[in-house]
């Protein structure tokens, strides 16, 4: 299957920090990208759908200033955690999907970066 | 997106078929069914998708009920690798209204 690549693996900041996560298809172009967050033992959230060369569309609750997201390239998206607190401590994962616009494409995620806030 | 409802959790013995059911009573008729693992604290890993058919692949077999409310997914063979999350997501297919929901799971447990 398709690869999805994301880097770093997991980072740890001081509150008030910005950190940046990039998310890579390695071998296919997604126009679009979507970024998940996933608390411990819980199951994944959807955070925002990232388009290339347009606006991220944000899930309801998800702070648009706060997640930054950006998508300048057909294999690259990238999520800027703003200021991060504590509480923005979390897995953040990405995902892409191979064929964009057919039906039933199914999505390939990353590995994951965890992010701690200390 | 229609929701889906899973067993919290199952276990399975080693080399033994691993049956996991979902119900999916509200789907709607271009929705398809999705089916991910995810292993602890890596990201989700795709097993298998299907719209009516039944499919199978390398990895698993999805039984969609005729109707569509329900489905399966059939692990032929468990290993202890398979020791998983496991998700059941029904989605759009295709355009602007493509995206998956990821609901709590079934975690399964392949024993010795």
């Known amino acids: 299957g398709a690869v999805v690549s994301q880097h770093p693996s997991w980072v740890i900041c001081k509150s008030g920090t910005s950190v940046k996560i990039e998310c890579r298809s390695l071998d296919f172009q997604a126009t679009t990208m979507f970024w998940y967050r996933q608390f411990p033992k819980q199951s994944l959230m959807l955070m925002a759908t990232?388009?290339?060369?347009?606006?991220?569309?944000?899930e309801q609750g998800v702070e648009k200033d706060k997640f930054l997201i950006n998508h300048a390239s057909l294999t690259l998206s990238t999520l800027t955690v703003t200021s991060a607190h504590p509480e923005d401590s979390s897995f953040y994962i990405c995902s892409a999907r191979e064929v964009p616009g057919l039906a039933g494409g199914e999505l390939f995620f990353g590995e994951g970066s965890r992010l701690t806030v200390l | 997106d229609a929701k889906t409802t899973q067993p919290p959790s199952m276990d399975c013995a080693e080399g033994r078929a691993a049956n996991l059911p979902c119900n999916h009573s509200?789907?709607?008729?271009?929705?398809?069914v999705y089916w991910y693992r995810q292993i602890h604290s890596q990201g989700p890993q795709y097993i298998i998708h299907g719209l009516k058919n039944n499919e199978t692949n390398e990895m698993a077999s999805l039984i969609i009920t005729e109707d569509r409310k329900s489905s399966t997914l059939i692990l032929p063979h468990a290993t202890l690798r398979d020791t998983a999350v496991y998700y059941c997501i029904v989605g759009r297919s295709g355009g602007s209204n493509y995206k998956l929901t990821f609901g709590k799971g079934t975690l399964l447990t392949v024993n010795p």
């Open positions: 509200t789907i709607s008729g271009n929705e398809y």
């Open positions: 990232s388009n290339e060369g347009s606006k991220a569309t944000y």
